[in-house]
């Protein structure tokens, strides 16, 4: 019997794969993979609604903690972005592949499919862990050239309900940390995006009260909200609700694909908007100028190899050793203000504090200004020297 195992969200790209599978690469058996990394139950009971449907063999792997501990903890402690973007699908794909692949393994079946297309990054990020198997990998969006137009109409034509329609195309993708919105008229970087697009944040509202929360941080991770310990799940929660409700965490950007192209991406990710800014004030507060001036290289390191799926490169476990030991005093709490649209660190305070208000205090005694002036005789010495030497050869 031919199987083939297939990383499988539910929506309209891998449920078109499972008949493409079967009509087109002759596959008998049919065996999906779906990986809870926080998105929401309705998307998993569509899911599992259509693979009963659809699919031979179905498995719901729930990776949420797996998801907030390994992956999303890390991308904090680096400050993710790329471009601006927090890498919220990104970072959940290297997961989605592994636990693909494992199944695939414990059965013994040697070909994997995915249903991304071969114009996003997406495809790189799943065969990066799928080509580390002895597996053959399939890709039928890619292999097959499909335009998103015939996917509707084959889903339709085999029984397949479909939400999105010619006018509202949207490609959505979901998890914890964040919500991705792509497709049809939002192509058009100049096209402004409608407010229907948004499921997450309300639209920033200049009348609406700000309001202050409080961040707990314990060696880089985020540890408890206003006081109360949480796990990394629960936090995240409600952070995208309580940001959302202020219209923080959108992003509409250009964005450079790994494969050199230029896409308009949105997305949504209030608690992401919330706890990076927060983490990165803390940080500040504790940790030296040249270990903030290095650690700016190792983030942007780290987030470039994050974003390309590059989990399993040798020097993303060199650069997490790093950050780890760099996190070990990033310590205390952070005030943010959430008000139309922004989250804006306005307190912080921690143990490990750097920062010495008796020191810099304009009443302070404890330094006499009149000890910086040798400071200031020598500083800028070499350009002064340069300027007199010039003046004198004139």
């Known amino acids: 019997m031919s199987e083939v195992v297939l990383a499988y969200s539910g929506g309209l790209d891998t449920s078109v794969c499972i008949p493409l599978l079967k009509e087109r690469y002759g596959f008998d058996k049919i065996v999906t993979v779906l990986v809870d990394v926080g998105q929401p139950r309705s998307d998993i009971e569509r899911g599992n609604r259509r693979a009963k449907q659809l699919a031979d063999e179905h498995y719901v792997i729930d990776a949420r903690e797996e998801f907030v501990r390994d992956y999303i903890?890390?991308?904090?402690?680096?400050?993710?972005?790329?471009?601006?973007?927090?890498?919220?699908?990104?970072?959940?794909?290297?997961?989605?592949?592994?636990?693909?692949?494992?199944?695939?393994?414990?059965?013994?079946?040697?070909?994997?499919?995915?249903?991304?297309?071969?114009?996003?990054?997406?495809?790189?990020?799943?065969?990066?862990?799928?080509?580390?198997?002895?597996?053959?990998?399939?890709?039928?969006?890619?292999?097959?050239?499909?335009?998103?137009?015939?996917?509707?109409?084959?889903?339709?034509?085999?029984?397949?309900?479909?939400?999105?329609?010619?006018?509202?195309?949207?490609?959505?993708?979901e998890n914890i940390w964040s919500r991705s919105i792509e497709g049809g008229k939002l192509e058009d970087p100049y096209f402004e995006p409608p407010e229907e697009i948004y499921g997450w944040t309300q639209k920033p509202d200049a009348s609406k009260s700000a309001q202050i929360v409080e961040i707990g941080f314990s060696q880089g991770v985020p540890v408890s909200l206003d006081g109360a310990q949480m796990s990394g799940i629960e936090l995240i929660e409600k952070l995208n609700l309580i940001g959302g409700e202020h219209g923080v965490g959108r992003t509409d950007m250009v964005e450079d694909r790994v494969l050199g192209l230029k896409a308009r991406e949105n997305y949504e990710h209030p608690a992401a908007t919330i706890l990076l800014a927060a983490h990165k004030d803390l940080e500040h507060l504790v940790l030296s100028r040249s270990e903030l001036r290095f650690k700016v290289m190792v983030d942007e390191a780290w987030s470039e190899l994050a974003y390309m799926g590059l989990v399993e490169d040798p020097l993303y476990s060199d650069l997490n050793a790093f950050l780890d030991q760099s996190q070990k005093r990033v310590n205390g709490s952070v005030k943010m203000k959430l008000y139309c649209g922004n989250a804006i660190p306005v307190g912080r305070q921690s143990p490990d504090a750097l920062y010495a208000q008796d020191m810099v205090s304009f009443d302070s005694q404890t330094l006499s200004q009149k000890d910086a002036e040798g400071f200031a005789k020598y500083h800028g010495f070499q350009a002064r020297l340069l300027k007199i030497k010039g003046l004198k050869s004139t």
């Open 73 to 173: 903890f890390p991308l904090i402690k680096a400050n993710g972005s790329y471009e601006g973007y927090v890498l919220g699908t990104a970072i959940a794909r290297p997961l989605i592949a592994m636990k693909t692949a494992l199944i695939a393994k414990e059965k013994g079946i040697k070909n994997l499919a995915h249903g991304c297309t071969g114009r996003g990054n997406d495809q790189l990020r799943f065969e990066a862990i799928f080509r580390a198997t002895d597996c053959r990998v399939i890709a039928p969006m890619r292999e097959l050239d499909l335009a998103r137009e015939w996917e509707i109409d084959y889903a339709r034509e085999h029984g397949i309900e479909v939400a999105v329609t010619r006018d509202k195309p949207w490609s959505i993708d």
